[in-house]
């Protein structure tokens, strides 16, 4: 069974704040650590009042120093709003305070609207045509530095941070396998382009010093609680986000209610079946039987798991029953 990771958002949620919001992120990530799930990422958005991981580096700081084991690392770090030296360098920082624990995936879409970029990146200069050359540029800075060597990343250099990249399109697939480098796909939110991404990544893909051999993580919503029903009673928070950000009215994550497909307009819901398509929801037995089979299905070397659940409590028994299913599904094969 592929390995279980974890994509978190830092979700503000309605009446709560960002304070809160990093609170639980390291105490779900103390939660999931325990459970045995490999790694613990966080996600770069701008300017959304439900997302508190907008400062990502520090927030992947905060979490590793407060767990001991688990990885930890951005999922992902939206280069066109950084210069990679810089990115060199705090990833170069997190790496030497939490040797063999840092990850740094990457990007290349803006994380937020078009006057947010802006003002991120005020020369300009952030260009998504210009992404592979940023990538290359970043990677170039975590090699042992050499005699005569311009710009070096201090910390950083000869540090080799392990770099993913992140795509929701063929584009990135296509980069990933061209650089030998492993490979992330956004099918909790983007799954149109999923299955076509992976195989054309497993095609190309060209061994490198960093990965010999093809590796594609696919992300998963998962809403796991005691019965179906519970579970999409939770997932209604996400329904209701998703159509607030697509309707141009972003927000806290908002509580759940009863009843969401039938509070739906048709045109909604028809986004969300496509958008949310990826997704496992439900009790026990369901998230055992719908993580078995996207793992089947896929062919993913590793799954990677988000659940935007409003009440925190049930967020930790969320990722608690989709350990004991990904545990009960590796017994049984």
């Known amino acids: 069974m592929s390995p279980l990771s974890v994509l978190d958002l830092s979700p503000i949620i309605q009446g709560g704040d960002a304070s809160q919001s990093l609170r639980n992120s390291l105490d779900l990530a103390r939660h999931v650590e325990r459970l045995g799930y490999r790694r613990f990422w966080l996600a770069e958005h701008h300017n959304m009042q439900g997302v508190a991981s907008a400062a990502t580096a520090v927030v992947i700081g905060h979490v590793a120093a407060g767990t001991s084991t688990i990885r930890v690392g951005a999922g992902g770090i939206?280069?066109?709003?950084?210069?990679?030296?810089?990115?060199?360098?705090?990833?170069?920082?997190?790496?030497?305070?939490?040797?063999?624990?840092?990850?740094?995936?990457?990007?290349?879409?803006?994380?937020?609207?078009?006057?947010?970029?802006?003002?991120?990146?005020?020369?300009l200069m952030g260009d998504i045509d210009g992404f592979p050359q940023d990538v290359i540029e970043l990677m170039s800075y975590f090699k042992p530095a050499q005699p005569g060597q311009p710009v070096r990343a201090v910390p950083g250099a000869g540090l080799a941070v392990p770099v993913w990249i992140l795509g929701s399109s063929l584009y990135g697939a296509q980069l990933a396998a061209a650089l030998g480098l492993p490979f992330s796909f956004a099918s909790h939110f983007a799954p149109g382009d999923m299955e076509?991404?992976?195989?054309?990544?497993?095609?190309?893909?060209?061994?490198?010093?960093?990965?010999?051999?093809?590796?594609?993580?696919?992300?998963?919503?998962?809403?796991?609680?005691?019965?179906?029903?519970?579970?999409?009673?939770?997932?209604?928070?996400?329904?209701?986000?998703?159509?607030?950000?697509?309707?141009?009215?972003?927000?806290?994550?908002?509580p759940p209610v009863e009843g969401m497909d039938s509070l739906l307009h048709p045109e909604h819901k028809a986004m969300l079946d496509h958008s949310l398509s990826c997704a496992v929801i439900g009790s026990p037995d369901t998230v055992r039987r719908g993580l078995g089979a996207f793992a089947t299905r896929t062919g993913a070397d590793e799954l990677i798991v988000t659940a935007q659940i409003f009440d925190h409590q049930a967020r930790l028994r969320s990722f608690e029953i989709t350990a004991e299913a990904h545990r009960a599904i590796a017994h049984a094969a």
């Open 78 to 123: 939206m280069l066109p709003n950084h210069a990679p030296l810089m990115v060199a360098e705090q990833f170069g920082t997190l790496a030497a305070l939490h040797p063999g624990r840092i990850d740094l995936g990457v990007g290349r879409a803006p994380g937020t609207d078009q006057i947010t970029a802006r003002a991120l990146r005020r020369t």
């Open 196 to 254: 076509q991404a992976t195989a054309l990544y497993r095609a190309r893909f060209q061994p490198s010093e960093h990965l010999a051999e093809p590796h594609v993580m696919l992300a998963l919503n998962v809403f796991a609680a005691e019965t179906d029903q519970e579970a999409r009673f939770l997932f209604s928070s996400l329904q209701q986000a998703f159509v607030n950000l697509r309707t141009g009215r972003p927000g806290p994550l908002p």
